[in-house]
């Protein structure tokens, strides 16, 4: 286990786990890895936590995982063959052994035969996955034993294999390309006709890790195709246990080796591989797919939507996520026209940034529909949703986009036609679009969005920024008197001594406050309604998270969880607990209010919940945000500072001193945020004279 998942075992910081390492010397000795990412032995680590006191016990999930993680054949293989022996245990549970009436070595032999019926019945002969032998299964029964105690524990084989795959995919996040559930739900949505109600066909032919098809609601079969062998077998078994519907997965790169040629799906959803230069340019030449023009060598994102329209019935959606250049690249001019012309592309949706990897660009989403007997559609659904939220992955507001997009498609998918939105969506005339540069690109062709409120709504912002520009300075605290020449080491008490320090880690271990790491926990997975009316369900009944902006900022909270079955719960947040970044944001801390108890604490953020008969929530807060506070508590790495919570520091006073000072700092919080609100109105303000002004709706 590397230091991370020390970290995470014992509930604290990864500058902990350093610090322990050069503390103390009889901490457990590397046994692999490297120099500077060293991995340690789960048994030598759980000995060591257990004798120093910062370890009860080691959770099922985390020994499962440590097991998966330290398989001598590697994590996939280990996935594989638990994922064999959860389809089984979820199938036909019968089969399994119960208890420990049964050696390793008798159940390695005993295993073959019954998976390998459980996977013919489920996948097929033609499936990814490999029956494996007893020979290969005899290092693996340990975990098998785990697993389905885990899957036991945790309501369920599909939500235990969930677990583990989600911590594979988290341990290695630059070896997968992952599509997260929110652009899966709305891609999901988009596929489905209106008013079909019988259950659809759908094909995804670059699968990866089966998230687009996870996000069918009540399919009738399911069709995967995956390059990459051992991602096409984990996609197949985790398809498996988590619909009953049809399944044929396939391993090998779908434009090369189809492995579905003869289908005629209801919808296809693909998350393509992007700016792929060997996708078969050469030995693809005379490819029946390219029905709408050969694609150039740099245009392998077109070869995708050409052989997604290839594998759909006439009448069929097909929706692709897409980098935003496959929309305006003059290589690929040709083949969008052709595609306007023939009525095949039907909207083009500019995501935001951030909603899925490389999550620095706004992707886009291409609906595509079969030409059937009916005449081509004469105008193109363009919808920009750049402005749902501000950028980032984990400030998207998913709500706001899904509406924005949904209801935009249903009213276009029934008429041909839809309402202009200045700034969100519009239908375009195929003709205005089939220029010299066939340039789909959403933005370049809506008007601008209204302006905000013209002079009546700056005047009301005015009103409210001189309000506020009042309230501040009468929240302007005075400096206060001057105590000592110098500044004193710590506070003094009643009797005019200096009171003694204590650090956060000490009130840890004596009680007076508990110490949370946040960032770890998930929501249940909700999937989408495919062919829902309504469209996806949303994560509005998920918490909310409180992220590293939010605290900086001092805005409410603005996350969501991710979603995965059988994932740690999250740290909810309570009125009173103090928050403070991890990750060098300054010398922040905030106190919870109403406004965000019961949020979930997000990433690179703590939490410490102090017991109101010892300690005053304002007082410690306040004291944590000293600057020389923080810099003794920091660490530098070479591009970030971290700081060590449990090393930040804060005087011993009773508890009626301790209040005494709270109230100071709580005035200094509310002058804070006043000046923030000030800010922001300012912005604003500015902003809007300047849009007013330059777009004719303000005189000079």
Same mark, same amino acid.
């Given at each position: 286990?590397?230091? *991370?998942?020390?970290?995470?075992?014992?509930?604290?910081?990864?500058?902990?786990?350093?610090?322990?390492?050069?503390?103390?010397?009889?901490?457990?000795?590397?046994?692999?890895?490297?120099?500077?990412?060293?991995?340690?032995?789960?048994?030598?680590?759980?000995?060591?936590?257990?004798?120093?006191?910062?370890?009860?016990?080691?959770?099922?999930?985390?020994?499962?995982?440590?097991?998966? /993680?330290?398989?001598?054949?590697?994590?996939?293989?280990?996935?594989?063959?638990? =994922?064999?022996?959860?389809?089984?245990?979820?199938?036909?549970?019968?089969?399994?052994?119960?208890?420990?009436?049964?050696?390793?070595?008798?159940?390695?032999?005993?295993?073959?035969?019954?998976?390998?019926?459980?996977?013919?019945? @489920?996948?097929?002969?033609?499936?990814?996955?490999?029956?494996?032998? *007893?020979?290969?299964?005899?290092?693996?029964?340990?975990?098998?034993?785990?697993?389905?105690?885990?899957?036991?524990?945790?309501?369920?084989?599909?939500?235990?294999?969930?677990?583990?795959?989600? @911590?594979?995919?988290?341990?290695?996040?630059?070896?997968?390309?992952?599509?997260?559930?929110?652009?899966?739900?709305?891609?999901?949505?988009?596929?489905?006709?209106?008013?079909?109600?019988? @259950?659809?066909?759908?094909?995804?032919?670059?699968?990866?890790?089966?998230?687009?098809?996870?996000?069918?609601?009540?399919?009738?079969?399911?069709?995967?195709?995956?390059?990459?062998?051992?991602? /096409?077998?984990?996609?197949?078994?985790?398809?498996?246990?988590?619909?009953?519907?049809?399944?044929?997965?396939?391993? !090998?790169?779908?434009?090369?080796?189809? %492995?579905?040629?003869?289908?005629?799906?209801?919808?296809?959803?693909?998350?393509?591989?992007?700016?792929?230069?060997?996708?078969?340019?050469?030995?693809?030449?005379?490819?029946?797919?390219?029905?709408?023009?050969?694609?150039?060598?740099?245009?392998?994102?077109?070869?995708? $939507?050409?052989?997604?329209?290839?594998?759909?019935?006439?009448?069929?959606?097909?929706?692709?996520?897409?980098?935003?250049?496959?929309?305006?690249?003059?290589?690929?001019?040709?083949?969008?026209?052709?595609?306007?012309?023939?009525?095949?592309?039907?909207?083009?949706?500019?995501?935001?940034?951030?909603?899925?990897?490389?999550?620095?660009?706004?992707?886009?989403?291409?609906?595509?529909?079969?030409?059937?007997?009916?005449?081509?559609?004469?105008?193109?659904?363009?919808?920009?949703?750049?402005?749902?939220?501000?950028?980032?992955?984990?400030?998207?507001?998913?709500?706001?986009?899904?509406?924005? $997009?949904?209801?935009?498609?249903?009213?276009?998918?029934?008429?041909?036609?839809?309402?202009?939105?200045?700034?969100?969506?519009?239908?375009?005339?195929?003709?205005?679009?089939?220029?010299?540069?066939?340039?789909?690109?959403?933005?370049?062709?809506?008007?601008?969005?209204? *302006?905000?409120?013209?002079? %009546?709504?700056?005047?009301? $912002?005015?009103?409210?920024?001189?309000?506020?520009?009042?309230?501040?300075?009468?929240?302007?605290?005075?400096?206060?008197?001057?105590?000592?020449?110098?500044?004193?080491?710590?506070?003094?008490?009643?009797? =005019?001594?200096?009171?003694?320090?204590?650090? $956060? !880690?000490?009130?840890?271990?004596?009680?007076?406050?508990?110490?949370?790491?946040?960032?770890?926990?998930?929501?249940?997975?909700?999937?989408?309604?495919?062919?829902?009316?309504?469209?996806?369900?949303?994560?509005?009944?998920?918490?909310?998270?409180?992220?590293?902006?939010?605290?900086?900022? =001092?805005?409410?909270?603005?996350?969501?969880?991710?979603? !995965?079955?059988?994932?740690?719960?999250?740290?909810?947040?309570?009125?009173?607990?103090?928050?403070?970044?991890?990750?060098?944001? !300054?010398?922040?801390?905030?106190?919870?209010?109403?406004?965000?108890?019961?949020?979930?604490?997000?990433?690179?953020?703590?939490?410490?919940?102090?017991?109101?008969?010892?300690?005053?929530?304002?007082?410690?807060?306040?004291?944590?945000?000293?600057?020389?506070?923080?810099?003794?508590?920091?660490?530098?790495?070479?591009? /970030?500072?971290?700081?060590?919570?449990?090393?930040?520091?804060?005087?011993?006073?009773?508890?009626?001193?301790?209040?005494?000072?709270?109230?100071?700092?709580?005035?200094?919080?509310?002058?804070?945020? /006043?000046?923030?609100?000030?800010?922001?109105?300012?912005?604003?303000?500015?902003?809007?004279?300047?849009?007013?002004?330059?777009?004719?709706?303000?005189?000079?």
């Amino acid at each position: 286990m590397t230091a *991370a998942e020390i970290a995470r075992l014992a509930g604290v910081g990864r500058a902990a786990v350093s610090n322990w390492r050069r503390r103390h010397p009889d901490f457990p000795k590397p046994v692999g890895g490297t120099e500077t990412s060293p991995s340690f032995a789960l048994t030598d680590v759980e000995d060591w936590l257990r004798a120093q006191g910062k370890l009860a016990e080691v959770p099922l999930r985390e020994r499962v995982w440590q097991q998966v /993680a330290g398989h001598p054949g590697g994590a996939a293989t280990a996935l594989v063959h638990t =994922g064999c022996a959860l389809l089984l245990v979820h199938e036909h549970p019968a089969l399994w052994p119960a208890g420990d009436r049964v050696s390793d070595d008798h159940l390695a032999a005993l295993m073959p035969p019954v998976l390998d019926r459980a996977l013919t019945t @489920r996948l097929g002969s033609r499936r990814p996955v490999a029956t494996p032998t *007893a020979e290969a299964l005899a290092p693996s029964v340990p975990l098998l034993r785990a697993a389905v105690e885990l899957a036991a524990d945790t309501g369920g084989a599909p939500a235990a294999y969930e677990f583990l795959i989600g @911590r594979h995919l988290d341990a290695a996040p630059r070896h997968f390309t992952l599509t997260p559930p929110g652009p899966a739900a709305l891609m999901a949505a988009l596929a489905a006709p209106p008013g079909r109600v019988e @259950r659809p066909t759908v094909l995804d032919p670059a699968c990866g890790t089966g998230a687009l098809l996870r996000a069918v609601e009540a399919p009738a079969a399911l069709y995967a195709q995956e390059a990459d062998p051992d991602l /096409a077998a984990l996609s197949a078994l985790r398809l498996a246990l988590h619909t009953g519907a049809e399944l044929h997965a396939r391993a !090998g790169d779908a434009l090369r080796a189809d %492995a579905h040629p003869h289908l005629a799906a209801d919808a296809v959803l693909c998350h393509p591989p992007f700016n792929e230069r060997n996708w078969g340019h050469e030995e693809l030449a005379y490819d029946p797919r390219w029905e709408y023009g050969f694609p150039a060598r740099t245009e392998s994102e077109l070869a995708w $939507v050409q052989h997604a329209l290839a594998r759909l019935r006439p009448g069929g959606t097909a929706v692709l996520l897409m980098p935003p250049a496959a929309a305006s690249r003059r290589s690929g001019r040709r083949i969008r026209a052709d595609l306007l012309r023939r009525g095949a592309l039907r909207a083009v949706v500019a995501l935001p940034a951030g909603a899925a990897p490389p999550y620095g660009i706004p992707l886009h989403l291409w609906v595509l529909r079969k030409p059937g007997a009916a005449s081509p559609s004469p105008e193109l659904l363009l919808v920009d949703t750049s402005t749902c939220g501000a950028a980032g992955r984990d400030r998207l507001d998913w709500q706001a986009v899904h509406t924005a $997009v949904l209801d935009a498609w249903k009213p276009f998918d029934r008429h041909g036609t839809a309402p202009q939105r200045p700034g969100i969506s519009r239908s375009v005339p195929v003709i205005d679009l089939l220029d010299d540069d066939v340039d789909l690109a959403p933005a370049r062709h809506l008007p601008p969005p209204a *302006a905000s409120g013209g002079a %009546a709504e700056l005047a009301t $912002v005015a009103d409210r920024l001189a309000a506020q520009l009042r309230r501040t300075a009468e929240l302007t605290p005075p400096p206060g008197r001057i105590t000592a020449a110098e500044p004193a080491p710590a506070p003094v008490t009643g009797t =005019g001594a200096r009171a003694p320090g204590v650090t $956060v !880690g000490e009130l840890a271990r004596s009680g007076a406050l508990r110490l949370h790491a946040g960032g770890t926990g998930t929501a249940p997975a909700s999937g989408t309604g495919f062919g829902s009316r309504t469209g996806a369900r949303t994560p509005a009944a998920r918490p909310r998270v409180l992220t590293e902006q939010d605290v900086l900022t =001092g805005q409410e909270p603005s996350g969501t969880l991710p979603e !995965g079955a059988g994932g740690e719960d999250p740290v909810l947040l309570r009125t009173g607990d103090v928050v403070v970044p991890v990750l060098g944001g !300054g010398p922040v801390a905030r106190v919870v209010d109403e406004s965000a108890a019961g949020a979930a604490l997000g990433r690179n953020l703590h939490l410490l919940r102090p017991d109101p008969a010892a300690l005053d929530p304002w007082f410690l807060a306040g004291f944590l945000r000293g600057t020389a506070n923080q810099r003794q508590a920091s660490s530098y790495a070479s591009t /970030a500072t971290r700081v060590d919570v449990r090393r930040l520091q804060l005087p011993r006073l009773p508890l009626a001193e301790q209040r005494r000072y709270g109230e100071r700092f709580r005035a200094l919080a509310e002058f804070e945020q /006043a000046l923030r609100q000030v800010g922001r109105l300012g912005e604003r303000l500015v902003r809007g004279m300047y849009d007013g002004l330059t777009d004719g709706t303000l005189e000079a």
